[in-house]
């Protein structure tokens, strides 16, 4: 066997072992020097994430379906059976590489990033310790076969985020966020430790292939399975960020560093994968599909949807209000989740209908919607959590009515926001659009109105975003700021992430064929072909975003054109100085009328004010309530599961 | 930090060695009996939460109890990889080879479906690599939980972080 062979062969393991070997070498390391341990720090996720691409290219190739199984210890050839053998197993399949690459790759963003951003702080030996401890979690979350496994990583990320959540020891509100984030994960691990344990008293196996295969087994689901079942929706829900499990999320989002948020998206997508792992290959896996099995992954199906539901509207209207930079992207990547969320349970509602036909007609474009999504996510909202770094790291204040005029001299900065936000609001033509594109096409022809609402979404996030970049980049710059561009290797990491966007942007049916049909073939078998041609088909409509690019250049063109045909310089007084308002008064007794920055929408707002006190009521900051939502969430899906 | 009354010191001095001989016990007998590196490191970091509140003693070496926790941990990892050299990650190459350190072949036992089982009055140095990976995790937890009682106790008595 070639050396190569053996490391794809061992890559399973290696690309989990190599984060944790250069964690566990971090504190020695920064002993002997600082330079050192930054490099060493970066080199941990070069190399995993080296593996990590080398290992989804090798799954890729083999269409996805097909699960790279390593055998911790050893096993004898590869007749290997989980029934004789007790050990832990790792599965790489499509979905989990494809999980995998987007971690790894927004882990290297994130760490170069980190250069210059934590340089004034100490302890930085313990941040790099954590986020390469945070890395190994989050792959091990996804790689992991064994139920118990995923409970011992599920532990390990949410300890590493608290801990890095708390990072700067000189804000109470670090503290507050990582207990509340601590209680939360907490309570929500010993939970699934309970489901976990049920399963194993039940079936006495750990192992997700066995369980998948003895679950309804003989056609029947026992209470014990739908108790389970909820349980798990409930908590991989919780470590997703899905309302109403939310209430520690932006907490926890806003105060940790920038590129710790940003790889604290992909940790809760790991909470995702989770959630999709359980209701298609758990329970809806490759099997028998009796038809009580089927009925009880429909009913998911419509939790998932509900849920996604929730995140998507209570996010982007509660984000569409905040004052602190951080916390309005933090309620976005709720409302984010959302989408996922709806697309992927769109998918699963329509595979267990039963209906192949619905199935192939959109029941797929859905599933595949969603996960597209994913990766559009982690590559913009990462991106969008770096510029929020860079604007604080230079701005000193989180306040977006205390900032202005940072575009003047943070070009880069402004230019990288442009395109995160813009992919988050799904304007043509950013990645996001295309994969919002599918979940709209698909969704519409599942319920008009779900479809209705998910557009209606995208349009206050992009209301939001117009909101922060006004308020951050444009107007009077305030004399009180720092100048200049932040450091190099800040812009570096927010390149890589912008740069992907970019090249992404313009090729959404390549990314569809290669790297998300993949993991659709995972989760509900293999499909029809897709060719690897520039144009996206959601079955039915198309989109092509070079020809959008044509279109968009020939307009600039012309307007350039005109624009050569007026006027030359600016009019120096006069009405034409004077911005336009639509005609509404811009004094009141001599007085300039002033909406401070965070407040643009208040006219939204008081519209919906009859929506807004009760949800001002309920995130009340006290961690006893939002853990009564939570365990009363748990009981609902349960009941729900239990009665459908 | 003040002493305690010389009843709970005496006591302390007379305890110390049966707590610390029962640590080591669970660590070393990981493998064979209930315990571990975990539990064992546990008990010997509870003996020295005892020794520090008994003697006021808040002059540990820091540097030193992090770097033996760092070690436990590479130690840890690194047999992991070693078993790479034998084709798998986390094989135990050590055991049943006749390795003077935990290699002893083991005498008895039964196969059942092919799957060799050993018995329970297996030699204490039987086990291969389990036995150094819980050696390691013994250490680490020992450092590990020290640490945090000094950084505690520092905390308590002088007001200040003492953490590194």
Redesign the interface.
């Known amino acids: 066997m070639s050396f190569y062979d053996?490391l794809i062969e061992?890559a399973p393991?290696?690309i989990i072992?190599i984060p944790?070997?250069f964690a566990?070498?971090t504190?020695?390391i920064s002993?002997l020097s600082k330079v050192l341990r930054n490099a060493w720090a970066i080199m941990g996720v070069l190399f995993s994430g080296a593996l990590m691409y080398v290992l989804a290219w090798e799954v890729f190739r083999d269409g996805g379906s097909v699960a790279r199984t390593?055998?911790?210890?050893?096993?004898e050839g590869t007749s290997f059976d989980v029934l004789?053998?007790i050990r832990i197993t790792f599965y790489v399949d499509g979905m989990a590489a494809f999980m995998g690459l987007i971690m790894a790759t927004v882990a290297l963003g994130a760490v170069i990033y980190s250069l210059s951003f934590v340089k004034k702080y100490t302890g930085q030996d313990k941040y790099y310790t954590l986020l390469l401890l945070m890395l190994a979690a989050n792959f091990g979350m996804v790689f992991t076969g064994d139920i118990f496994n995923l409970f011992v990583w599920f532990e390990v990320s949410s300890v590493a985020i608290c801990g890095l959540v708390a990072f700067r020891t000189n804000r109470g509100e670090s503290f507050e966020g990582a207990a509340k984030y601590l209680i939360y994960s907490t309570i929500a691990g010993l939970l699934l430790l309970f489901a976990i344990g049920i399963l194993y008293g039940q079936y006495g196996h750990l192992n997700l292939e066995y369980l998948s295969a003895a679950i309804g087994a003989d056609g029947t689901i026992l209470i014990v399975d739908k108790i389970v079942l909820g349980i798990l929706i409930t908590v991989f829900a919780l470590k997703a960020g899905a309302v109403p499990m939310h209430m520690a999320t932006p907490d926890a989002y806003s105060e940790a560093p920038a590129p710790i948020t940003a790889m604290m998206v992909t940790a809760s997508q790991a909470g995702l994968y989770a959630v999709f792992r359980t209701g298609w290959t758990l329970y809806g896996g490759n099997i028998s599909r009796a038809a009580a099995e089927l009925d009880l992954i429909h009913a998911v199906g419509y939790v998932l949807v509900i849920l996604g539901l929730l995140s998507m509207f209570v996010g982007v209207t509660l984000a569409l209000v905040q004052k602190d930079i951080k916390r309005l992207m933090a309620y976005h990547a709720i409302s984010q989740t959302g989408y996922m969320l709806l697309g992927v349970g769109v998918g699963l509602a329509v595979y267990a209908s039963g209906d192949n036909t619905d199935f192939s007609l959109y029941g797929r474009t859905a599933l595949a919607g969603g996960i597209f999504h994913i990766f559009n996510h982690a590559l913009y909202k990462g991106l969008l959590f770096l510029t929020a770094g860079a604007i604080i790291y230079k701005a000193g204040t989180r306040d977006l009515n205390k900032m202005g005029g940072l575009g003047r001299d943070m070009k880069m900065t402004a230019l990288f926001f442009i395109i995160g936000a813009l992919a988050i609001a799904g304007i043509p033509p950013s990645n996001g659009f295309a994969s919002k594109f599918l979940i709209y096409e698909s969704v519409f022809h599942f319920n008009p109105v779900i479809g209705a609402i998910a557009m209606l979404v995208s349009l206050l996030t992009l209301a939001s975003f117009v909101k922060v970049f006004y308020a951050a980049f444009m107007g009077p710059k305030n004399s009180e700021m720092k100048t200049g561009e932040v450091p190099r290797s800040m812009l570096i990491g927010m390149s890589v992430l912008a740069g992907m966007i970019l090249v992404f942007s313009f090729l959404p049916s390549l990314v569809l064929s290669e790297i998300v049909d993949p993991a659709v073939t995972a989760l509900a078998g293999p499909g029809p072909e897709i060719g690897t041609n520039l144009t996206l088909f959601s079955g039915q409509g198309s989109w092509n975003a070079l020809v959008l690019l044509g279109v968009l250049s020939i307009v600039l063109i012309l307007g350039i054109l005109i624009r050569s045909w007026g006027q030359k310089g600016t009019v120096p007084n006069g009405e034409g100085k004077k911005p336009y308002l639509f005609g509404n008064p811009t004094e009141v007794n001599g007085n300039p009328i002033v909406v401070p920055a965070s407040n643009v929408y208040w006219g939204f707002v008081k519209a919906l004010q009859k929506y807004y006190r009760p949800m001002e009521k309920m995130h009340s900051g006290l961690i006893n309530e939002y853990v009564f939502w939570f365990v009363a969430t748990a009981g609902m899906v349960m009941l729900a599961l239990a009665f459908l | 930090m003040e002493e305690m009354s010389p009843i709970v010191k005496t006591i302390t001095k007379i305890a110390f060695a049966p707590i610390f001989l029962f640590g080591s016990y669970i660590i070393l007998h990981g493998h064979l009996t209930p315990g571990g590196g975990f539990q064992g490191g546990a008990i010997i970091g509870t003996l020295m939460a005892l020794y520090l509140i008994a003697f006021g003693a808040v002059k540990w070496r820091k540097k030193l109890l992090s770097i033996i926790e760092s070690m436990g941990l590479l130690v840890f990892i690194g047999t992991a990889f070693l078993g790479l050299t034998s084709g798998y990650f986390f094989f135990n190459f050590i055991g049943g080879t006749g390795f003077p350190l935990f290699g002893e072949k083991l005498q008895t036992g039964e196969l059942i479906d092919g799957v060799f089982f050993p018995s329970n009055n297996a030699p204490l140095l039987s086990s291969g690599t389990i036995a150094v990976m819980n050696i390691s995790v013994g250490l680490e937890v020992i450092a590990g939980l020290t640490l945090i009682i000094v950084a505690m106790g520092l905390f308590a008595f002088t007001g200040k972080e003492g953490g590194e």
């Open positions: 053996s061992n393991a290696i072992a944790l070997l566990f070498a504190p020695l002993k390593y055998v911790f210890g050893g096993a004789s053998n």
